[in-house]
């Protein structure tokens, strides 16, 4: 995608030394874009932790190049096995962490040590390639469910909800949510898209509108309160949203909030899509609410805010009393029978095991 009429991904190896990996700082956004050079496995994990990269398939991409990284200073099973361990730790709820070194330590593990590297930072790419096609296939199965609603009110815009940030920042390229999105929008469909700032940390407010905002898409920011409102008074005709986690059964971990706009949704009969790649479906879990981790975050994202003061100078505030704890569980779970259906890179299906299997009956057996 382009920021400015330049095209970017979300990470990419550097042009000029060939092995360090290059991101955009996301919590620099939107304020600068700023690019970072990760140069160790150390580095990598603060990203992932700090939130300098962010979203379940850039988590596992970013993963995957440090792992490479870490290869460049020692290539044995056993610091194989510790840096992954310790990659695997940055973030507990994105299955595509986990999923993603899985997949380099099964093709690492069987190779002699001076061949890691280079093979390494090969199955890195293909991972981060394969994603941006996805994604990009998400948003070819997702647009017709956008034009669908089109075609039933003729000389009317669309309007699209979505919460938190599901767009290319999240991904290597394209995104999930705003992939169908970006198709649609490709396809000179008359869209709009409400924007949820998804406190606390406003992914949606920085990165969502930001992103959109630069590629051209009509949106507007609301309070994330706003969206069942919204609803009732037929001004949003389809919610689409990504995912860290679903299970087997088609249950839905997302970022903190997307379980209210759930219930909106079915409450006022307005279709709640998932976009997601199959590397986000963990088949290992059948009840999300019950198994699937939440990452309880630090209480200052709650108490603080940062912004742009009317001065041009970018400062953090507190915003709640001095001595006022804060909770911050980071994601909620969306049960399936609230999910009219998830778009995957095979197709769209329902929130469902069957629904699941009929795209990937490869994992009937398991």
């Known amino acids: 995608m382009k920021i400015d009429g330049t095209p970017y991904r979300s990470v990419w190896v550097n042009e000029q030394d060939g092995w360090s990996v290059r991101i955009i700082d996301q919590t620099k956004l939107p304020w600068t874009v700023e690019i970072l050079r990760l140069t160790t496995v150390a580095e990598a994990a603060h990203a992932i932790r700090s939130m300098q990269v962010r979203g379940a398939p850039l988590i596992g991409a970013v993963a995957a190049y440090g792992l490479a990284l870490a290869l460049r200073v ?3 099973a056993e610091a194989l096995e510790r840096d992954a361990a ?3 730790s940055t973030r507990p709820t994105a299955v595509n962490l986990r999923w993603a070194l899985d997949r380099m330590l099964a093709r690492l593990r069987p190779l002699a040590a001076q061949e890691r590297v280079a093979a390494a930072y090969a199955e890195a790419g293909r991972i981060a390639d394969e994603d941006a096609a996805q994604c990009e296939a998400i948003g070819t199965h997702g647009a017709p469910l956008i034009a669908e609603i089109a075609a039933r009110k003729p000389g009317k815009r669309v309007n699209i909800l979505t919460h938190c940030n599901a767009g290319w920042l999240a991904t290597v390229d394209w995104g999930t949510a705003l992939a169908p999105i970006y198709k649609a929008f490709e396809q000179k469909i008359d869209l709009h898209v409400w924007v949820d700032e998804t406190r606390p940390r406003n992914q949606g407010a920085f990165l969502t509108a930001f992103e959109l905002g630069k590629h051209g898409v ?10 069942g409102h919204l609803m ?8 689409i949203v990504g995912t860290d986690r679903v299970t087997r059964t088609g249950d839905v971990a997302n970022k903190i909030g997307t379980y209210l706009k759930a219930l909106a949704a079915f409450d006022n009969n307005v279709p709640f899509w998932v976009g997601l790649p199959s590397s986000t479906i963990d088949w290992t879990v059948s009840d999300g609410v019950r198994e699937i981790p939440i990452e309880e975050r630090a209480g200052t994202e709650v108490t603080m805010v940062t912004g742009r003061a009317l001065d041009g100078n970018v400062a953090t505030v507190r915003v709640v009393p001095s001595g006022s704890p804060a909770a911050n569980p980071a994601f909620d779970v969306t049960p399936a029978r609230l999910v009219t259906g998830l778009i995957t ?4 299906c329902a929130a469902s095991e069957a629904g699941l299997l009929s795209l990937f009956p490869e994992r009937q057996a398991a």
Not at 232 to 239: A, F, K
Request: overall charge negative; cysteine-free; aromatic content about 0%.
């Open 86 to 88: 310790m990659l695997n």
């Open 74 to 76: 020692d290539t044995s």
């Open 218 to 227: 009509p949106h507007t920011v609301i309070a994330d309160n706003a969206g």
């Open 232 to 239: 009732q008074h037929g001004e949003v005709d389809i919610v």
């Open 345 to 348: 890179e095979r197709g769209n």
